[in-house]
C-alpha cells in the first residue's frame, strides 16, 4: 500500500504527463494541498518510488531557463498505476458516508 | 546574509551525486526560492537522504562500531604498554650511558637485543593498526567516516588516560618517558598506520565494486 505523500507524487506525475519533473511536480503538489513541499522529501520519495518499480526517472536535456542545468523526468510506470489506483479505490471507498466525504459531495 | 546562505547551499550540494546536484539547482533556480529557503532544502535533502542510508544499513554499521572500539582499545593498549616499557629500557641506556655498553661483548648483545625486540614489537603494532584500519576502511563503505572517527577517539581517550596516569619508577619522572614516549606510540603505531591502512582499504574498496 502507498503512503500518502507517494500518492500525491504519482498523481503529480501522471496529471503533467511528458512534462513531469522534480521542480513542475513540486509546484503541483503545493498548489494541491496548500502546504510546502520540500525537496528533500520530493527527491528521497522519488527514489523509494523507482525502488519499487511504480515510476522510471533519467535526466533530461538542460534548459536555458534553469541555467543550463538538466531536469530529473519522471514517469509512472503501469504498476505504478495500479498501486495508485488501488490507494484510491481505498480512500474512496473508507470514505464513504463520513461528514467531509458527504459535505464535499454536496457542495 | 542571502549571499552567505547561497554560498553554503553551493557548497553543501557537492555532497550529492553530480547529476542530481544539477537537477537540484535548476529546480531551486527555477522556484525562484531565497537563499535561506534553498539552504534548507538542500540541507533537508542531505539529511533525508543519509537517514535512509543509515536506516537501511544499519546491519553493517553497527557490527562495524563494536569491532572499531574493541580494536582501537586493544591497539592502544599494546602501544601504551610498548611505550612504557620501551620508556624503561631508553632511561637504561640513554640516561645512564657509559661506553661499556658497546664495549663488551655481552652488554652489546644485550643492547642489540632490545633494540630488535622493540623495533620488532612496533612493527607488529603498526601492522595490527594498519591491517585493522584497512578492514575497516574495506568493509564498512560509507560508514567508513563514523567508524574512523570511534576508532580516533578511543585512541585520543587512551592518550588522555596515559597523560593522566602517575608512576613512581625512576624514568616516569622525565616528561619524556612519562608523557612523550608513549604519546608518540600511540601516534606512531596506531593512528598514523590505521589511517593509511584506512585510506588503502577505502581504495580497495572502490575498485571492487
Redesign the interface.
Known amino acids: 500500500m502507498l503512503g500518502e505523500f507517494e500518492y500525491l507524487l504519482l498523481t503529480a506525475a501522471a496529471r503533467l504527463g511528458d512534462d513531469a ?3 513542475a511536480m ?2 503541483e503538489i503545493e498548489t494541491a494541498t496548500g502546504r510546502r513541499c ?4 520530493l ?2 520519495t522519488l ?1 523509494r518510488l523507482e525502488a519499487k518499480g511504480l515510476v522510471k526517472t533519467w ?1 533530461g536535456d ?2 536555458p ?3 543550463g ?4 523526468m519522471v514517469q509512472v510506470t503501469a504498476e505504478g498505476v495500479r498501486e495508485a489506483a488501488a490507494f484510491y479505490t481505498a480512500v474512496t471507498n473508507v470514505s464513504h458516508g463520513v461528514s467531509w466525504a458527504v459535505k464535499r459531495a454536496q457542495s | 546574509m542571502n549571499r552567505i546562505c547561497w554560498w553554503f547551499q553551493h557548497a553543501l550540494t557537492r555532497l550529492l551525486p553530480a547529476g542530481e546536484r544539477d537537477a537540484v539547482c535548476g529546480d531551486i533556480e527555477e522556484a525562484g526560492e531565497s537563499g535561506a529557503a534553498a539552504l534548507r532544502d538542500v540541507i533537508g535533502l542531505i539529511a533525508r537522504r543519509e537517514a535512509e542510508w543509515w536506516r537501511a544499513d544499519c546491519q553493517r554499521w553497527l557490527p562495524m562500531i563494536v569491532v572499531a572500539d574493541l580494536l582501537a582499545i586493544r591497539l592502544s593498549l599494546y602501544a601504551r604498554d610498548f611505550g612504557r616499557q620501551s620508556a624503561v629500557y631508553a632511561w637504561m641506556y640513554l640516561n645512564n650511558w657509559t661506553p661499556l655498553y658497546v664495549d663488551g661483548a655481552a652488554w652489546r648483545w644485550d643492547l642489540i637485543q632490545y633494540v630488535a625486540v622493540f623495533v620488532l614489537a612496533g612493527l607488529r603494532i603498526a601492522c595490527f593498526s594498519a591491517g585493522a584500519g584497512a578492514a575497516i576502511g574495506f568493509i564498512s563503505r560509507r560508514a567508513w567516516a563514523l567508524n574512523a572517527l570511534v576508532l580516533y577517539l578511543l585512541v585520543i581517550a587512551c592518550a588522555v588516560a596515559i597523560l593522566v596516569q602517575q608512576h613512581d619508577d625512576a624514568p616516569f619522572a622525565l616528561a619524556l618517558y612519562n608523557l612523550l614516549l608513549p604519546l608518540t606510540a600511540e601516534a606512531a603505531l596506531v593512528a598514523g598506520p590505521a589511517f593509511w591502512g584506512m585510506r588503502l582499504g577505502r581504495r580497495f574498496e572502490r575498485r571492487s565494486i
Open positions: 519533473y522534480g521542480a513540486r509546484q520540500s525537496i528533500g522529501a527527491y528521497t527514489d535526466m538542460p534548459t531557463q534553469r541555467g542545468r538538466p531536469k530529473r
